[in-house]
């Protein structure tokens, strides 16, 4: 949801599904999903085929991957501990704040973004 929020409005859907991939695979941590080989070609073609399905093109995924490691600075502040080793492959935070919604306030959020992402654009 944050992702869609803080990406520019031509990639804010491709933000918003760029997890879609994992209702149909696993959530893989990131530190672990980088040493599963293949892992990373199944995800993007599973992504392909619903960014298709939705109006995305691979190229506006790849573009979200930038903010998607820079929120990840974000996760990492608000909800680890300070780490002895440094996480090499996070971005810079962009200093948004992290919300804990219940899972049935984050599914109403979702829904009502892709509603508003996915809603025809009057003529």
Known sequence: MLLSEV????YRLAALLHDAAEAYMVDVPRPLKMMLSGYAEAEDAILAVIGKAFGVTPEQFAAVRDIDRAILGD????NLA?????????GRPLGVRLH????????????QAFD????PIPK
């Open 82 to 90: 300070p780490s002895h080793k440094p996480w090499s492959y996070i």
């Open 116 to 119: 508003q992402l996915t809603k």
């Open 100 to 111: 804990c919604w219940s899972p049935v306030e984050a599914e109403q959020r979702f829904l």
């Open 7 to 10: 990406a520019p409005p031509p």
């Open 75 to 78: 996760e990492v502040a608000q």
